[in-house]
């Protein structure tokens, strides 16, 4: 018993069981319709100090994560910030950012003064009720209402609210530590001004001269944004700052030099997998049941924390409604973006709880305080964004969008690899080609080896050889033009990439027999290194038929914006008759209006007639909850689905299949083109 109990003490141990709970236990909580940062705070709970006991918040190994955990989380929140947006909207964003920063505030303090607090208690209970997290921003990005200005603006007043946030935490913190004067303050206050300049500039100018002498060494890009995320974070605490200012600064700093590339992918995939959900873990090891029945019997202090954030935020959006002269939808829309209180105000409630600034009741009050508003604001969004009118230059911008790519001179690559999918492949490029007055390439790639003698070599060009000879009888048939490339390569990914590139490809086409050998094919493989390195759009198909003989085709349109709108100019290239029958399926959330949903068809009508008038065109706009079954369900009378995803690495897929996508994909049983958009 003894070696057990030894055993559970080791590092190693704590490591391991954290690993196992943040691959087990988020999954079981979303399948209830949780959020999975709530599922590792119950974690935290069973297997801490008021539970199984096999996890202690005092261990230097989980102080160590934990802390690594807060600071990452405070930096991804300032990199995934959109300073562009913020930038279009900056005097609105400020507006608004200082209304729904000093009302909350304000009720935060009267709430801490109320129920007996120190001023300093309850100015920093005032701060964590003054910040905010985006958590429904998928949502108005799914909506297409990103461009709405009540929603730009409200992106953008997450830059202050936190900022100053974070600031109040700073003075709070050196208050609490004793002996302060006005002067003391006046230091802080300079020492914070000119730390967050260097930072800000700093980090920026030598970011960017770091990016330019790497190139594209990604391995030193990544360690250069880590070492300055913790050297900020450690200057931050040497001159008197709380860590997770200099993280969230850093995030900011660092935000414009990486960009959305790989880095910035790489770097917070090691957070938001492993040190993000420790963090959450250590929160719930700090909770203590007994503490949370106290909370519930003295109800005064939570009702009072929440009544007074709903409260006070809904106060500032209304402050924006009478500024800004916006509409109902949009203020309340601004409202739940507003509610959800996760990032700065979790960080910023342990550390207050931590210096001994708040006590257990206030801080369980806030852990309330989060699993409240974490649920009801993106419930909110979902409603009454639905609800905000599409601004008519969206779909001018989109028919521009698209009508500017139409005026593109294509060139497709086919990789030709397999000669089972190879001819539907040529086909579905050849209707691509004709359409955009473009030219086909059909590329095979023979493993190099050592020696170029090789048997081993000359057996593999041999195949290539046979495969582009097939590919021009192909088209001999098909009665077009094509280009064939034969390269010798030690990568065949990179081979098509840098083939792609030079002979200045606008797609590459990439095919799949069936799911599980796509998702396979995902992870270190041709298809995934392809989908990283390709500078180009990529297709991924799965073709059952002929793309010459397909009539029925579905395209789902996730919104009515440029980007949302691509899969129809794709899909007005595979008309080939006008007996092509076309269905444009846009599913809103359940509970929009007839307006809204009047208002959405006639926009797709307008791009249909402009664009897909050589077809039969069926637009069909639906309110429900559940995306997926109303596309399973209309793909039963299609032969063809196009869906769309975008090009980004999210875990250990190149190509960040949504929560809505990989379903699809498991379940439709027609041909599937999936377009991998850059």
Same mark, same amino acid.
């Given at each position: 018993?003894?070696?057990?109990?030894?055993?559970?003490?080791?590092?190693?141990?704590?490591?391991?069981?954290?690993?196992?709970?943040?691959?087990?236990?988020?999954?079981?909580?979303?399948?209830?319709?949780?959020?999975?940062?709530?599922?590792?705070?119950?974690?935290?709970?069973?297997?801490?100090?008021?539970?199984?006991?096999?996890?202690?918040?005092?261990?230097?190994?989980?102080?160590?994560?934990?802390?690594?955990?807060?600071?990452?989380?405070?930096?991804?929140?300032?990199?995934?910030?959109?300073?562009?947006?913020?930038?279009?909207?900056?005097?609105?964003?400020?507006?608004?950012?200082?209304?729904?920063?000093?009302?909350?505030?304000?009720?935060?303090?009267?709430?801490?003064?109320?129920?007996?607090?120190?001023?300093?208690?309850?100015?920093?209970?005032?701060?964590?009720?003054?910040?905010?997290?985006?958590?429904?921003?998928?949502?108005?990005?799914?909506?297409?209402?990103?461009?709405?200005?009540?929603?730009?603006?409200?992106?953008?007043?997450?830059?202050?609210?936190?900022?100053?946030?974070?600031?109040?935490?700073?003075?709070?913190?050196?208050?609490?530590?004793?002996?302060?004067?006005?002067?003391?303050?006046?230091?802080?206050?300079?020492?914070?001004?000119?730390?967050?300049?260097?930072?800000?500039?700093?980090?920026?100018?030598?970011?960017?001269?770091?990016?330019?002498?790497?190139?594209?060494?990604?391995?030193?890009?990544?360690?250069?944004?880590?070492?300055?995320?913790?050297?900020?974070?450690?200057?931050?605490?040497?001159?008197?700052?709380?860590?997770?200012?200099?993280?969230?600064?850093?995030?900011?700093?660092?935000?414009?030099?990486?960009?959305?590339?790989?880095?910035?992918?790489?770097?917070?995939?090691?957070?938001?997998?492993?040190?993000?959900?420790?963090?959450?873990?250590?929160?719930?090891?700090?909770?203590?049941?007994?503490?949370?029945?106290?909370?519930?019997?003295?109800?005064?202090?939570?009702?009072?924390?929440?009544?007074?954030?709903?409260?006070?935020?809904?106060?500032?959006?209304?402050?924006?409604?009478?500024?800004?002269?916006?509409?109902?939808?949009?203020?309340?829309?601004?409202?739940?973006?507003?509610?959800?209180?996760?990032?700065?105000?979790?960080?910023?409630?342990?550390?207050?709880?931590?210096?001994?600034?708040?006590?257990?009741?206030?801080?369980?009050?806030?852990?309330?305080?989060?699993?409240?508003?974490?649920?009801?604001?993106?419930?909110?969004?979902?409603?009454?964004?639905?609800?905000?009118?599409?601004?008519?230059?969206?779909?001018?911008?989109?028919?521009?969008?698209?009508?500017?790519?139409?005026?593109?001179?294509?060139?497709?690559?086919?990789?030709?690899?397999?000669?089972?999918?190879?001819?539907?492949?040529?086909?579905?490029?050849?209707?691509?080609?004709?359409?955009?007055?473009?030219?086909?390439?059909?590329?095979?790639?023979?493993?190099?080896?050592?020696?170029?003698?090789?048997?081993? /070599?000359?057996?593999?060009?041999?195949?290539?050889?046979?495969?582009?000879?097939?590919?021009?009888?192909?088209?001999?048939?098909?009665?077009?033009?094509?280009?064939?490339?034969?390269?010798?390569?030690?990568?065949?990914?990179?081979?098509?990439?840098?083939?792609?590139?030079?002979?200045?490809?606008?797609?590459?086409?990439?095919?799949?027999?069936?799911?599980?050998?796509?998702?396979?094919? /995902?992870?270190?493989?041709?298809?995934?290194?392809?989908?990283?390195?390709?500078?180009?759009?990529?297709?991924?198909?799965?073709?059952?038929?002929?793309?010459?003989?397909?009539?029925?085709?579905?395209?789902?349109?996730?919104?009515?914006?440029?980007?949302?709108?691509?899969?129809?100019?794709?899909?007005?290239?595979?008309?080939?008759?006008?007996?092509?029958?076309?269905?444009?399926?846009?599913?809103?959330?359940?509970?929009?209006?007839?307006?809204?949903?009047?208002?959405?068809?006639?926009?797709?009508?307008?791009?249909?007639?402009?664009?897909?008038?050589?077809?039969?065109?069926?637009?069909?706009?639906?309110?429900?909850?559940?995306?997926?079954?109303?596309?399973?369900?209309?793909?039963?009378?299609?032969?063809?689905?196009?869906?769309?995803?975008?090009?980004?690495?999210?875990?250990?897929?190149?190509?960040?299949?949504?929560?809505?996508?990989?379903?699809?994909?498991?379940?439709?049983?027609?041909?599937?083109?999936?377009?991998?958009?850059?």
């Amino acid at each position: 018993m003894e070696s057990i109990s030894e055993t559970i003490r080791e590092p190693i141990f704590t490591f391991a069981l954290l690993l196992a709970i943040i691959l087990l236990v988020p999954p079981i909580f979303e399948k209830i319709k949780l959020p999975g940062l709530v599922g590792l705070l119950a974690a935290g709970v069973v297997f801490g100090s008021s539970g199984l006991g096999l996890l202690d918040s005092k261990s230097e190994t989980m102080i160590l994560l934990a802390d690594i955990g807060k600071i990452y989380l405070m930096f991804v929140a300032g990199l995934e910030i959109d300073l562009e947006q913020f930038r279009r909207t900056r005097t609105r964003s400020i507006g608004f950012g200082f209304a729904t920063f000093a009302i909350p505030l304000i009720g935060g303090i009267l709430v801490g003064r109320v129920f007996g607090f120190g001023w300093n208690t309850a100015f920093l209970i005032g701060s964590l009720l003054a910040s905010h997290t985006l958590l429904a921003f998928p949502i108005v990005k799914r909506l297409g209402v990103v461009n709405d200005e009540a929603v730009t603006v409200t992106i953008g007043a997450t830059i202050f609210t936190d900022i100053s946030a974070l600031l109040v935490l700073a003075i709070c913190l050196g208050v609490n530590e004793g002996n302060f004067s006005a002067a003391k303050l006046g230091i802080l206050l300079g020492s914070l001004a000119i730390y967050t300049l260097l930072v800000l500039f700093g980090l920026d100018r030598l970011g960017r001269a770091f990016f330019r002498r790497s190139k594209n060494d990604q391995g030193n890009q990544f360690l250069f944004v880590l070492l300055a995320l913790f050297v900020a974070s450690v200057s931050a605490e040497a001159i008197g700052i709380e860590k997770i200012v200099g993280a969230f600064l850093t995030g900011l700093a660092i935000n414009d030099v990486i960009g959305d590339g790989p880095v910035k992918e790489k770097v917070e995939f090691i957070g938001t997998v492993l040190f993000i959900p420790i963090f959450f873990v250590d929160m719930g090891l700090l909770l203590d049941l007994k503490a949370f029945e106290d909370v519930f019997r003295s109800i005064g202090i939570p009702l009072s924390i929440v009544g007074a954030l709903l409260l006070c935020k809904f106060l500032a959006a209304c402050v924006a409604k009478l500024a800004y002269r916006y509409s109902w939808q949009q203020t309340i829309t601004m409202w739940s973006l507003s509610l959800p209180q996760v990032a700065a105000t979790l960080a910023a409630a342990l550390v207050g709880f931590q210096a001994e600034i708040i006590n257990e009741r206030v801080f369980n009050s806030v852990i309330l305080l989060m699993l409240v508003t974490s649920i009801a604001g993106p419930l909110i969004t979902s409603r009454f964004a639905a609800q905000l009118p599409i601004r008519n230059s969206t779909e001018s911008e989109a028919e521009s969008d698209l009508d500017a790519k139409s005026k593109d001179i294509f060139r497709v690559v086919v990789p030709v690899y397999n000669p089972q999918t190879e001819r539907y492949l040529l086909e579905l490029a050849s209707l691509l080609a004709e359409k955009n007055q473009g030219a086909i390439v059909p590329l095979a790639i023979a493993k190099a080896q050592a020696r170029l003698d090789s048997p081993q /070599l000359e057996v593999d060009f041999q195949r290539c050889a046979k495969l582009l000879t097939q590919a021009e009888a192909i088209a001999t048939e098909l009665n077009i033009q094509v280009q064939p490339e034969l390269r010798v390569e030690y990568d065949i990914a990179q081979g098509i990439a840098h083939a792609s590139r030079e002979v200045s490809a606008d797609l590459i086409i990439l095919g799949f027999s069936s799911l599980t050998g796509f998702r396979s094919r /995902l992870f270190s493989s041709v298809t995934d290194s392809i989908l990283w390195s390709a500078h180009c759009s990529v297709v991924v198909a799965r073709l059952l038929t002929s793309p010459l003989a397909i009539k029925r085709i579905l395209v789902p349109v996730e919104s009515i914006n440029p980007i949302g709108l691509r899969p129809v100019r794709f899909v007005k290239s595979l008309i080939t008759s006008k007996e092509t029958e076309i269905t444009l399926l846009h599913v809103c959330a359940s509970g929009t209006s007839k307006e809204r949903k009047a208002s959405l068809h006639n926009q797709l009508e307008t791009v249909a007639n402009r664009f897909l008038a050589e077809a039969t065109v069926d637009i069909h706009v639906t309110a429900q909850n559940n995306f997926v079954r109303e596309i399973l369900n209309a793909s039963r009378t299609h032969e063809l689905v196009i869906l769309r995803s975008q090009r980004q690495r999210v875990g250990v897929d190149s190509l960040a299949l949504s929560p809505t996508t990989k379903p699809l994909l498991g379940n439709l049983n027609c041909s599937i083109v999936l377009l991998g958009e850059l």
